[in-house]
């Protein structure tokens, strides 16, 4: 059953990515799901990035009480981590709830009061136009959110470290400069990229053969969100395996 689906899938992004109709009308579609995805999950990601941020810079001074090791160390962990993991996987989880369920009920709202059959009988991809122009928002607007989320955590885990006391300023900002790996922030690139890939396609997928009324659209949503999310993290295990 589950090569079904993934068949299914496969034969709904073949469909996406036909070349389109007329490029200037998903151009101005493209721009609107750049700001729904992009600005309009800003703020969440913020304000999650820099509470974790907080967060990790107290527990890894909890754990790091020892003489021997530098307190610039905890800014450094606080670094890579975010890096590497919490900043593209966290944001990915958090915008699967958030936009993807979106991306869901609305499609799968258009497909049971039939407005897709009546694109399709106006001869217009449907895939196409409804699903290329999030998943090209997604693939552009989740690397530059994942990179705000990087940073955000790394400003946040500055001020907690200082009003808290576990680490001072300067140590920390030390730690955050030295040992500095550049191949890390190309390897949260790369995992943000393949994240907001699938945070557009799986929910859209879901939407679009969804089949029934507004119970079931809820339902496909909620799967959507929990496929997703799984899916989310078995990239991010196979992407650092290969990469790191």
Not at 101 to 130: C, F, H, K, P, W
């Amino acid at each position: 059953m589950i090569f079904y689906y993934f068949g299914e899938y496969l034969l709904l992004l073949k469909k996406v990515f036909r070349k389109p109709e007329k490029w200037k009308i998903y151009l101005r579609e493209i721009l609107h799901e750049m700001t729904e995805i992009g600005v309009g999950s800003l703020g969440l990601i913020v304000i999650i990035s820099t509470f974790i941020g907080a967060v990790m810079t107290m527990q890894i001074a909890f754990q790091l009480v020892s003489d021997l090791i530098p307190n610039s160390v905890i800014g450094q962990i606080n670094r890579d981590s975010n890096i590497l993991e919490l900043g593209p996987t966290i944001s990915a989880l958090v915008l699967m709830g958030k936009v993807g369920s979106s991306i869901s009920s609305q499609i799968g709202s258009m497909r049971v009061t039939e407005q897709i059959d009546a694109l399709e009988i106006m001869g217009i991809n449907a895939a196409g136009y409804l699903i290329l122009p999030k998943v090209l928002a997604g693939v552009i607007m989740v690397p530059a959110l994942v990179t705000v989320a990087i940073f955000c955590a790394l400003i946040g885990g500055l001020m907690g470290g200082a009003l808290s006391g576990a680490v001072s300023v300067d140590d920390y900002i030390e730690g955050i400069q030295g040992g500095f790996n550049g191949f890390t922030v190309l390897v949260a690139m790369v995992k943000a990229f393949v994240f907001g890939f699938i945070i557009t396609t799986v929910p859209a997928y879901k939407g679009f053969y969804v089949r029934g009324g507004a119970l079931e659209v809820g339902q496909a949503g909620t799967r959507a969100v929990v496929i997703g999310c799984i899916t989310i993290l078995a990239c991010d295990y196979i992407i650092t395996a290969l990469m790191l």
